[in-house]
């Protein structure tokens, strides 16, 4: 065997958190190389998660915006046909664009990008088996674990990707089922289920609590966005588990039974979504060969620094602490390479986003009323409704409201929430608010085009320390 080519970090993993950090190294002028099995580059999200998700989600949109939102905007439309596999093709383009975007700037930051799978032969050595064949091995001065995250399995329901899918299978299937029943009411759940039945599927959702949205979504925005989901042809079953569940010819049946005991039902389809949440992938790493632990829920355990009891070996993105989300696995690359190369970094996990892509859009950022309630935080809420917006009005989507919490006696903001149109552009505006530490009324003081959406944000704000004027 040859020797092992020397770098200074070596990351495991080519998703957002492990390019991003490659990248980042290279512009400090570190020696790089990154990991990657899949044979592309940019993780779950560029390739099975947040950009085909994206691009069906605003395509299935524009589709059914067509179908049903035009004659009251004065347009009438003739003949319109769905093409779904010209749809998956749009998708397909994204994706490859975006991957080969990365291929492009890993040259331009002298990154090595090895294809294959990486597992520790050592505290330093990690052994590759390359896709295309053979084997090399790299040592690491650092060694960066960025290996994600995969869906986590429903007991007894084999995935094919075909009937019984994961959100992979969901974004990719070759006909639009008649029936479709998703398990779990969180974000892919939902974002999944809008597109499916925007696109003419009769979609279920089961979800185990006594809300949708995941973890984070505040009540109040949990309950309108269910409302407004409902109206688009949704339905849900909550409080209700799914018990269990077997594909027979050509349908998948679920045995449901209400959370609290008691009542059974029976629920068919043609295809199941299994969305019941992700978990740490570190399968085939070799972390027994340096003795690197697991906590209780999968994750690789580390310091504040993102080390782990090997001090020269990080983890950072799905596979540790935190949201699954891409901008955090991202802001985690950036600072891990500057603990590496300057001794300080940072990540504000008070301000990390989350945005769920169905229309209307819902963001949030900060703690959500039931949180505050629990720590024991006096706050003032105030909110905004679309309906009072005037480009929501002129733009006839007046869908929705712009929620934000603040203390009560320093009125420094905790907490915004909203569901309405361009959600996800809007919390950018939020996160900086939390980020900088401003108050309701710095806020309400800010200048803020007219007409836009953001007046929302504005008014909200208005009405969180004082009155909105337009309410
Ligand atoms: P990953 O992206 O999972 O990347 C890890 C990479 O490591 C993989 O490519 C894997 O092949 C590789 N790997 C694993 N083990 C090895 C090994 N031993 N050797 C070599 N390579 C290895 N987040 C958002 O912020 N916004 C969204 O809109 C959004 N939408 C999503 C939609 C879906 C359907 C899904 C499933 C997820 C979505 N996410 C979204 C979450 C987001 O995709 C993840 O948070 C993000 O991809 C995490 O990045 P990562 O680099 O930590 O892990
Ligand atoms: P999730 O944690 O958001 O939601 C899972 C839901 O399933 C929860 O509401 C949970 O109560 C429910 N559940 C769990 N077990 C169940 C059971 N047996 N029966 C019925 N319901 C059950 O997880 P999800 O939707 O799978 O997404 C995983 C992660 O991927 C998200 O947490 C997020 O980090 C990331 N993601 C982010 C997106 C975005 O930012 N727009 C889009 C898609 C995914």
């Known amino acids: ?127 590759v088996n390359l896709v295309d ?89 949990a309950k309108q966005t269910q409302k407004i989901l409902q109206r688009q042809g949704l339905k849900f079953k909550l409080n209700t588990k799914v018990t269990s569940g077997e594909a027979s010819g050509d349908v998948v049946k679920l045995e449901l039974e209400a959370a609290k005991g008691g009542k059974n039902e029976t629920i068919e389809a043609e295809v199941c979504l299994v969305a019941i949440g992700r978990r740490p992938y570190t399968a085939g790493l070799g972390l027994e060969n340096i003795g690197i632990e697991l906590d209780e829920r999968k994750r690789l355990v580390i310091d504040q620094e993102y080390r782990t009891k090997i001090p020269h070996i990080r983890v950072i993105g799905d596979c540790t602490f935190g949201p699954m989300l891409a901008h955090k696995a991202e802001e985690e690359a950036v600072a891990a390479i500057e603990y590496i190369k300057k001794g300080f970094g940072h990540v504000n996990y008070g301000a990390i986003p989350s945005v769920m892509y169905t ?31 005037s480009r929501a009005k002129t733009n006839l989507e007046t869908d929705g409201m712009v929620k934000m919490l603040s203390d009560k006696e320093t009125d420094r903001i905790l907490g915004i929430h909203i569901i309405g149109p361009n959600a996800g552009e809007m919390i950018a505006e939020g996160t900086l608010a939390l980020e900088y530490g401003a108050s309701s009324e710095d806020v309400a003081r800010t200048c803020h085009a007219h007409p836009t959406l953001a007046e929302a944000f504005k008014e909200a704000a208005m009405s969180t320390y004082s009155h909105a004027i337009h309410s």
Not at 362 to 389: C, H, I, M, R
Request: charge should be negative; glycine fraction near 14%; hydrophobic fraction near 40%.
């Open 359 to 389: 229309h209307p859009e819902v963001a949030w950022v900060g703690q959500n009323e039931a949180e505050l309630k629990e720590a024991g935080v006096k706050y003032n809420v105030g909110t905004f409704p679309f309906t009072a917006n």
């Open 133 to 221: 064949g053979g084997e090399m091995s790299v040592r690491g001065k650092n060694i960066i674990i960025a290996t994600g995250s995969e869906s986590t399995p429903f007991p007894g329901l084999e995935i094919d990707e075909e009937k019984v899918v994961t959100s992979t299978g969901a974004l990719a299937l070759k006909e639009v089922p008649k029936r479709m029943v998703v398990i779990g009411g969180g974000i892919i759940g939902l974002e999944m289920a809008s597109v499916w039945s925007r696109l003419g599927s009769e979609v279920s959702v089961i979800e185990f609590l006594g809300q949708i949205g995941g973890p984070g979504m505040d009540s109040d925005i």
């Open 1 to 127: 065997a040859t020797e092992a080519e020397d770098y200074d970090v070596v990351l495991i993993g080519g998703g957002v958190a492990g390019y991003v950090a490659a990248i980042k190294a290279g512009q400090e002028g570190m020696k790089v190389a990154c990991i990657e099995k899949r044979g592309a580059l940019g993780g779950t999200c560029l390739n099975v998660g947040c950009i085909p998700s994206k691009s069906l989600l605003n395509n299935s949109h524009m589709y059914h915006q067509i179908l049903h939102d035009t004659k009251k905007r004065g347009i009438e439309v003739g003949d319109v046909k769905l093409n779904l596999a010209q749809m998956m093709k749009a998708k397909d383009e994204s994706v490859n664009g975006l991957t080969k975007g990365i291929e492009f700037l890993f040259k331009k930051n002298k990154v090595d990008y090895i294809k294959g799978t990486g597992a520790f032969a050592s505290e330093h050595e990690v052994r």
